[in-house]
């Protein structure tokens, strides 16, 4: 770690321990990726095998264009899980593979909160964050956070926004804008995240303007709805940090200019 990384570092850490509860968290698969979760997308090519495996097919090299040929439509999420299995019981025994860890996989670690879950949960309990928002489909930070003695508000869906409690009552809201793999509704295709619902906009238009930003394991890349909510914020009242690991996108690029964001290059999610 160089000295402008630690200088950087530094300025993050004074400014969360004097403005407690001030900064956001947004956090992607990057932030999951040790415990052995598959991205949203990867999980995508994984049932395309599957279904081009049912049908005796073999999808190689490119299962994307295999199932664009076979279906004469982009690969959606719902939709290939709706030809693997007819009913919503079947389908989320699908996906708990990809989620929910065998009595192996505890064993080897995998597929449980990180150190990076752990170490949010502890800025959780002691009042630093109270606003994430995570790209990612597991549970893993809920139960980080549980095991700390706090349940955290969950919105998953746009029903979740009605009931919710308001977020300056909460200790902690985990704001899912992909949605929740018990949901067949998550987000996946370029479609589906290019843009979201008046109610999901206004309250990240609030979010944006009213708090500072952490960014960690989310690239900026595939996200427009997303990239375009963080672009119009008109607010920097509070800093942005980028957490980075190797080198950006242009995507990424373009909301540091944009938001006059520091950028901390570190290791991975559990050690910076």
């Given amino acids: 770690m160089d000295y402008k990384a630690d200088y950087k570092i530094i300025n993050l850490v004074f400014s969360m321990h004097y403005n407690p509860g001030v900064y956001s968290l947004l956090i992607g698969s990057g932030v999951s990726k040790a415990a052995g979760v598959k991205t949203g997308w990867e999980i995508v090519l994984d049932l395309i095998g599957q279904l081009a495996s049912s049908l005796q097919e073999d999808p190689k090299p490119d299962p994307e264009t295999w199932y664009v040929a076979k ?20 389908r989320m025994n699908i996906l708990k593979k990809y989620f929910e860890p065998t009595g192996e996989e505890k064993e080897q670690q995998l597929k449980v909160p990180t150190e990076a879950h752990k170490a949010i949960a502890q800025m959780v ?75 999901t906009s206004k309250f990240l238009d609030e979010v944006f303007d009213r708090f ?7 690239s900026g890349k595939w996200d427009n709805a997303l990239r375009d909510a963080i672009l119009k914020s008109p607010s920097r009242r509070f800093q942005t940090y980028w957490l980075a690991k190797g080198e950006l996108e242009e995507e990424a690029k373009q909301i540091i200019t944009q938001r006059r964001a520091e950028t901390i290059q570190i290791e991975s999610a559990d050690q910076i």
């Fill in 71 to 90: 279906f004469n439509e982009e690969p959606d999420y719902s939709k290939i899980l709706e030809k693997l299995a007819k009913t919503r019981s079947e």
């Fill in 125 to 199: 309990k002691l009042g630093y964050i109270k606003m994430i928002l995570t790209t990612n489909f597991d549970r893993l930070l809920e139960k980080a956070i549980e095991e700390v003695g706090i349940t955290p508000d969950v919105i998953k869906s746009e029903d979740d926004f009605e009931g919710v409690m308001p977020y300056v009552h909460s200790k902690c809201v985990i704001v899912k804008l992909h949605g929740d793999y018990k949901d067949t509704r998550i987000r996946n295709t370029i479609e589906e995240l290019s843009n979201y619902s008046d109610t």
């Fill in 212 to 218: 500072g930003l952490i960014i960690c394991g989310w």
